[in-house]
């Protein structure tokens, strides 16, 4: 009886990225754990994780951070949307907005948070603008950590920066889209939103399932801009994070409050898979 080959081709592509994974991720993920799990002589304990839910930081941190996820997500999607529906319209001009969108693609997270605190702080373009067009009379305190402007100034600077992140996934799913399956609702009678209802976003949901399952966790670990605009004003998990590992030098803390940020992060990441879940004969 012959002795089936077997192929070890697909196993030795996959062995980069396997071996990158496990390094870099797999492998500091489980000393995270080991370290908010453990106390310096080595036992099992809990007292960090009880530590962290004491904190008298924790609360207004993962409610900042569940404020932002909540005000961000929605208006990039629909932004992001709007664009991409205009760009499947095929306007004229609509390759030089395609460039436009994309632009806030190339800065960083600190580089927009610099960007739009220079907009908001005291002596600020905002302020300028409003001040030469006589609208103030002295400037206004718009990051006084006491009002809401500085959460505002972060959801301003977080759409501006990333919407063009849902933008590019949703025009690769649009993209993707077969125009019979548009031509022959047209051809039915379907108005223009029957047609978007109807037909684009049913088929366009494996590409807002990623888009917003990706930006959600990006939300949930926002820091840079947080730090940027708003400094100790306003706190998030990722910030507390930083500063019990930099600040406080308690490393334990810090695994901890990342492993509470991932299971955030998964929880989302399965309430997308579940709610905006595909069937493959829907696909095909």
Same mark, same amino acid.
């Given at each position: 009886?012959?002795?089936?080959?077997?192929?070890?081709?697909?196993?030795?592509?996959?062995?980069?990225?396997?071996?990158?994974?496990?390094?870099?991720?797999?492998?500091?993920?489980?000393?995270?754990?080991?370290?908010?799990?453990?106390?310096?002589?080595?036992?099992?304990?809990?007292?960090?994780?009880? #530590?962290?839910?004491?904190?008298?930081?924790?609360?207004?941190?993962?409610?900042?951070?569940?404020?932002?996820?909540?005000?961000?997500?929605?208006?990039?999607?629909?932004?992001?949307?709007?664009?991409?529906?205009?760009?499947?319209?095929?306007?004229?001009?609509?390759?030089?907005?395609?460039?436009?969108?994309?632009?806030?693609?190339?800065?960083?997270?600190?580089?927009?948070?610099?960007?739009?605190?220079?907009?908001?702080?005291?002596?600020?373009?905002?302020?300028?603008?409003?001040?030469?067009?006589?609208?103030?009379?002295?400037?206004?305190?718009?990051?006084?950590?006491?009002?809401?402007?500085?959460?505002?100034?972060?959801?301003?600077?977080?759409?501006?920066?990333?919407?063009?992140?849902?933008?590019?996934?949703?025009?690769?799913?649009?993209?993707?889209?077969?125009?019979?399956?548009?031509?022959?609702?047209?051809?039915?009678?379907?108005?223009?939103?029957?047609?978007?209802?109807?037909?684009?976003?049913?088929?366009?949901?494996?590409?807002?399932?990623?888009?917003?399952?990706? #930006?959600?966790?990006?939300?949930?670990?926002?820091?840079?801009?947080?730090?940027?605009?708003?400094?100790?004003?306003?706190?998030?998990?990722?910030?507390?994070?930083?500063?019990?590992?930099?600040?406080?030098?308690?490393?334990?803390?810090?695994?901890?409050?990342?492993?509470?940020?991932?299971?955030?992060?998964?929880?989302?990441?399965?309430?997308?898979? #579940?709610?905006?879940?595909?069937?493959?004969?829907?696909?095909?």
């Amino acid at each position: 009886m012959k002795r089936r080959r077997v192929n070890w081709e697909p196993y030795a592509l996959l062995l980069p990225s396997t071996a990158y994974l496990v390094l870099f991720f797999a492998w500091p993920m489980v000393q995270a754990f080991k370290l908010g799990f453990q106390s310096d002589d080595g036992q099992f304990t809990l007292a960090y994780v009880q #530590r962290m839910f004491g904190d008298a930081a924790f609360v207004n941190a993962l409610w900042n951070t569940l404020k932002l996820i909540i005000a961000i997500i929605p208006l990039q999607f629909i932004l992001a949307l709007i664009m991409a529906l205009l760009m499947m319209e095929r306007l004229r001009g609509s390759d030089i907005l395609a460039y436009v969108y994309s632009i806030p693609l190339a800065i960083s997270d600190l580089a927009a948070g610099l960007i739009w605190f220079s907009i908001f702080t005291e002596r600020g373009f905002l302020n300028s603008l409003l001040y030469s067009l006589g609208l103030l009379e002295r400037p206004y305190l718009f990051l006084n950590y006491q009002s809401y402007w500085p959460l505002v100034a972060i959801v301003l600077a977080e759409v501006w920066r990333a919407t063009s992140i849902v933008f590019v996934i949703l025009v690769a799913g649009l993209q993707s889209i077969p125009r019979d399956y548009i031509e022959a609702a047209e051809v039915f009678g379907a108005n223009w939103f029957q047609r978007v209802r109807r037909v684009i976003l049913p088929m366009l949901r494996p590409s807002i399932q990623v888009a917003l399952i990706l #930006r959600t966790l990006l939300a949930v670990q926002v820091f840079a801009v947080v730090m940027a605009l708003a400094g100790r004003g306003v706190t998030v998990l990722a910030a507390e994070a930083y500063r019990w590992h930099g600040e406080y030098r308690n490393p334990h803390m810090a695994a901890v409050y990342a492993m509470f940020i991932l299971i955030i992060s998964l929880a989302s990441a399965f309430f997308y898979l #579940r709610a905006l879940r595909v069937k493959e004969e829907a696909i095909l």
